[in-house]
């Protein structure tokens, strides 16, 4: 009986009082948040997608993003084979040019006919036959394109796209490329833009992820010694911290990428050094905050007392006590290092080809958006998506750590 | 007041002194100089062109040469735009760069601030979530994605708006997709950010004095609680305007605004050093100067905030 009293506390009824400890009263807070909750689920959904993506393409679920089907090239998203789509976009092309043909062929009846008698204008090699009496020049595509020696780009255009689609079709059911289903379209090259998309993330996420760390573990290393070890040292560190603040440090991570080169720019280590080194000054401040308002409470009193060393209690006693707010803060951390990553490589100073991250796709997708709007709207929609919930997450993280926390917002 | 405005205006100059500092030997020890490109420039044709532009003297001496000639705002000569100054680039473009980054500010302030008032006021009620989930969407759409779909949908689609540019080809409507794109996510962090603290100031002992003495609601609103509750977006506004500030290369980029953005991005790409250099100068100026008059404005909304 004694025992199990001991086991468990004991209210002032005598009711037997089951501890709980801060991650589970935590948790429970966080299921409450059905937002966060949700993302949650779409964070992992992505980290998992991302983690699995070389076995779905080994399975074949997946298509290798880095095969290029040129035939493929542009195709918009759809749950259809391939095969089917391409032999439309001829089709929809060769009407089009068709049209321009006709277009042409009234112009140029017009022009004709305000040039009248102008017999040497025709030079083209098209058959003026009987019909030259009248002046009007009659310009059939038919007539030009099986004479073969028109020079009209729309109608060299037309016979070509003519051909390639007879080929299209008689290779629609033994070529394997046009049974290829892209849920998501291809871009330029004819690469599964579903494929691209979560290779892309797999960049994404990893330098946002390795950024956060190695940010967070400079920062707390940093801000607890500030914190703890206090006096000159810690004037001399915040002093350098704010000095830091004021720099314009993504101006300066530009510079740093352009200096590196072409080369060494692709390797995504550089990226992430050159970001999380500017990254920590945040962490470092906050985690230094705590550690001063910690440092006299009685519990470090009493390691103390008992003999403890100095980082035993930085590391055993202190740190614990600040892990809610260090993860989330780099919760928070993480959707903004995308962002910085994506940013420099949008302008094309971070991931380098054949390597893609979520910032390059876009950046390919802008130059095709007008006819292509996929290529931008895929990769825009997965990434938006991704920072969306990892905002959510940190929020509802933030409340479920810490309930009092002054900066709710 | 004026002797602290005094101290704080100096305090810039050891900031600016570190980022040119860093910045020139930075670039000075990457691999690959800006000639690097010409590939058969015969060796003599090589030493001109360094001594042309005193890269055949040791490093400090470049340092120190460097120096003087930023603190005569001469920024020297484009290593790749061979008929300009770096001065004539940034001349240019400051201007343009400049007034985009201010409307955006202003439009993200005053947005930002009217839709965090009504969301609070009408807390928990259909205005209230469609503004939290408009400012959580804001800070998740990246600047790059966002500028881009504006372009589709305003530009090629509805054909309302010109995708790129500037006021000089289309007037002032070029200016409303670059603006919009730039201050969204500050218009949608301010919103929540205002939304926040008006709630907080509403619980406060204050504004219960100031009903129970039985002042009108209006009065109540805009007298006390926007003057309490405008604190947290005036510390706001300094991250706000640099991160406009570094949105701005992104925007301009998109955008084709002839500002100082694109030659930023422009340099750090075919290595153009006197241009990078003196980019990095300007917009340390700007933002130090904005963090400052922030910090003054802090102090004016703020009596509880001595300067000493």
């Known amino acids: 009986m004694a025992n199990k009293k001991a086991q468990h506390a004991v209210n002032e009824f005598n009711q037997v009082m089951k501890p709980v400890s801060l991650w589970a009263d935590a948790w429970k807070r966080l299921r409450k948040n059905k937002m966060a909750l949700i993302s949650l689920y779409v964070v992992s959904f992505y980290i998992i997608i991302s983690l699995f993506a070389p076995v779905l393409t080994s399975m074949g679920i997946l298509i290798d993003y880095r095969k290029q089907v040129i035939n493929n090239a542009s195709l918009p998203p759809s749950f259809r084979p391939a095969g089917e789509l391409v032999v439309k976009k001829i089709e929809a092309r060769i009407a089009s040019l068709e049209e321009r043909a006709k277009e042409k062929e009234q112009q140029q009846d017009a022009f004709s006919f305000f040039n009248f008698g102008a ?6 090699g098209g058959e003026m036959g009987d019909q030259g009496e009248t002046g009007a020049f009659s310009f059939t595509y038919e007539g030009a394109g099986f004479s073969g020696n028109t020079t009209d780009p729309v109608i060299r255009e037309l016979i070509s796209q003519k051909e390639t689609l007879e080929h299209v079709k008689a290779e629609l059911d033994t070529n394997p490329d046009y049974k290829l289903v892209y849920l998501l379209g291809t871009d330029d090259l004819g690469r599964d833009m579903l494929a691209r998309i979560i290779y892309g993330g797999r960049i994404s996420i990893a330098i946002g992820l390795v950024g956060t760390l190695t940010a967070a573990l400079v920062g707390i290393l940093i801000g607890s010694i500030s914190g703890y070890v206090g006096g000159w040292l ?30 060494a720019r692709g390797s995504f280590v550089v ?23 910690l440092k006299n409470s009685e519990f470090v009193e009493a390691a103390r007392s008992m003999g403890a ?52 796709l876009v950046s390919e997708g802008v130059r095709a958006m007008e006819s292509y709007a996929w290529q931008l709207l895929g990769p825009g929609i997965a990434m938006t998506i991704f920072l969306f919930c990892m905002n959510f997450l ?13 900066n709710r917002t | 007041m004026a002797r602290y405005f005094i101290r704080r205006a100096l305090s810039l100059i050891p900031t600016l002194f570190i980022v040119i500092t860093l910045s020139f030997f930075l670039i000075r020890l990457a691999p690959g100089g800006p000639f690097a490109r010409e590939r058969d420039v015969p060796e003599a044709i090589l030493q001109n062109l360094l001594k042309r532009y005193h890269m055949d003297e040791p490093l400090f001496k470049q340092y120190l040469r460097y120096m003087g000639d930023v603190v005569r705002w001469d920024f020297g000569p484009s290593y790749r735009y061979r008929d300009l100054t770096v001065n004539e680039i940034i001349d240019k473009g400051l201007p343009v760069s400049m007034s985009l980054g201010v409307t955006s500010l202003l439009m993200a302030v005053i947005a930002g601030v009217s839709v965090g008032i009504v969301s609070a006021l009408k807390q928990n009620r259909w205005p209230d979530y469609i503004a939290v989930a408009v400012a959580v969407i804001g800070i998740s759409v990246p600047l790059f994605v966002m500028g881009p779909v504006l372009q589709l949908i305003f530009g090629m689609k509805l054909k309302i708006l010109p995708i790129g540019q500037w006021i000089s080809t289309h007037g002032i409507k070029a200016m409303i997709l670059p603006a919009v794109t730039l201050s969204f996510p500050y218009f949608a962090y301010i919103a929540r950010l205002s939304r926040a603290s008006i709630l907080e100031v509403l619980r406060s002992d204050y504004i219960r004095t100031a009903r129970a003495k039985g002042l009108k609601e209006s009065v109540v609103v805009w007298k006390h609680v926007l003057k309490g509750a405008m604190l947290p977006v005036v510390t706001y506004l300094g991250p706000a305007f640099s991160g406009i500030v570094v949105g701005s290369v992104v925007v301009e980029s998109v955008f084709l605004v002839p500002g100082i953005g694109r030659p930023f991005v422009q340099s750090a790409l075919n290595r153009d050093y006197t241009l ?17 008059v922030v910090d003054l404005v802090y102090g004016l909304l703020d009596p509880r905030i001595s300067y000493k």
Not at chain 1, 236 to 257: F, N, T
Not at chain 1, 316 to 331: E, Q
Not at chain 2, 276 to 292: D, H, K, P, R, W
């Open chain 1, 119 to 124: 017999a040497e204008q025709p030079a083209e």
């Open chain 1, 234 to 263: 810690d004037n001399l560190i915040m002093r350098v911290v704010d000095i830091m603040y004021g720099l314009p440090y993504m101006l300066i991570v530009i510079i740093i990428m352009a200096m590196i080169g072409e080369k």
């Open chain 1, 271 to 293: 990226l992430f050094v050159a970001i999380a080194l500017v990254s920590w000054l945040t962490i470092s401040r906050v985690v230094r905050g705590q550690i001063i308002s």
């Open chain 1, 309 to 360: 060393s100095t980082p035993r209690i930085i590391f055993r006693h202190l740190l614990p006590n600040t892990l809610g707010v260090i993860i989330v803060f780099s919760t928070l951390m993480m959707p903004s290092f995308i962002m910085n990553e994506s940013f420099l490589s949008f302008l094309g100073l971070g991931v380098s080809a054949p390597d893609a991250s979520w910032g390059t």
């Open chain 1, 394 to 406: 940190g929020d509802g993280l933030r409340d479920a750590l810490d309930p009092q926390s002054k």
């Open chain 2, 276 to 292: 990078i250099m003196a980019e990095v100068v300007v917009y340390s100026v700007i933002l130090i100067i904005a963090n400052l």
